[in-house]
């Protein structure tokens, strides 16, 4: 049994860097820099998202962490604070395309907050969580290191070689898609009793309010966006979805070693999976709406936008 769970361990410390670096090198293949130039010109809708998933996020939920924590069994709740302070996450553009939300519209907004982490966790969490001993200089070669530097070796590639991107786009997704499994896995399977624990805990409670919070922070973000933003539920969706990949190289790495690492680890790991229950659904479903009012044939490729609409 050590044995499985030391080679458990070793999985997740191999699986999160290599699904932080594979996603955003996907990212970057897909994106090109109008999206970026675009969306930057838009102020009013910069802040907008910038102010929900900085300001508004992860200074009300680390209240609402602070004032449940007696509820909160062993580091759980340094998990949640981590995860709050992460946004941009990858997986925002597969759950836009679900939604029928045009790409520039989750790609823009999701590669400024990328870039907002970058600064803005080094800076905060050492803040947050004083009790835990997290390097602030740490998390920012982490972040530059596998998130920042991906992206941009994207979106140079995409340039350089417009004809490959595509192709390196689908195999760094599925080597993100991979990874992202063999996360989850060894992630709560190295840790079986502690899940089992915080399973029949308050815990997913707790999770299920911190996405509901996020959601309706970023949905009035949407109707206080500026004119490029045309879907108002879009930034909803981005700033429920944290960037668990961020979140999880802090914790592994930025911490120290802390002993409460495996329980800051699955909490992040559980906030990621109740999230993804939560909006993957309203994803499907508010896109399904969109489709049909629109007159497009649907298929389930569609339908998870692996493929694009099809019109009548």
Not at 17 to 46: E, H, K, N, Y
Not at 121 to 149: E, I, K, N, R, Y
Not at 210 to 235: I, K, N, S, W
Request: contains cysteine; aromatic residues 6%.
């Amino acid at each position: 049994m050590h044995t499985i769970e030391s080679l458990l361990g070793l999985l997740i410390n191999v699986s999160v860097p290599a699904f932080a670096i594979a996603s955003m090198l996907s990212m970057g293949l897909r994106t090109p820099l109008r999206a970026f130039r675009r969306q930057l010109r838009d102020r009013r809708t910069v802040f907008a998202v910038l102010g929900a998933n900085f300001v508004v996020v992860p200074a009300v939920g680390t209240l609402l962490v602070w004032l449940l924590n007696g509820m909160l069994p062993h580091q759980t709740g340094e998990g949640f604070v981590i995860a709050l302070c992460a946004a941009g996450a990858p997986f925002v553009l597969q759950l836009g395309a679900m939604a029928r939300i045009p790409y520039g519209e989750t790609a823009g907004p999701m590669a400024v907050l990328l870039l907002g982490s970058i600064l803005f966790m080094p800076l905060v969490v050492p803040f947050l969580l004083q009790d835990v001993s997290v390097h602030g200089w740490s998390v920012a070669q982490l972040l530059l290191g596998t998130m920042l530097s991906p992206m941009i070796a994207g979106i140079v590639i995409a340039a350089v070689w417009p004809g490959w991107a595509d192709r390196f786009a689908r195999i760094a997704g599925g080597v993100a898609a991979v990874s992202a499994v063999l996360m989850f896995l060894s992630g709560f399977g190295a840790n079986t009793g502690l899940v089992l624990s915080l399973v029949l805990s308050p815990v997913l409670l707790v999770a299920a309010g911190l996405v509901a919070l996020a959601f309706v922070a970023g949905r009035f973000a949407g109707d206080l966006a500026g004119d490029t933003l045309t879907v108002p539920d879009g930034p909803a969706i981005l700033t429920s979805q944290r960037n668990i990949a961020a979140a999880l190289l802090v914790a592994r790495t930025g911490t120290g070693g802390a002993d409460g690492d495996a329980s800051i680890v699955v909490a992040i790991l559980l906030l990621s999976a109740v999230g993804f229950v939560m909006l993957v659904p309203y994803a499907l479903g508010s896109g399904l709406l969109r489709r049909r009012r629109a007159g497009e044939k649907i298929s389930l490729g569609v339908l998870l936008g692996v493929v694009g609409p099809k019109s009548d």
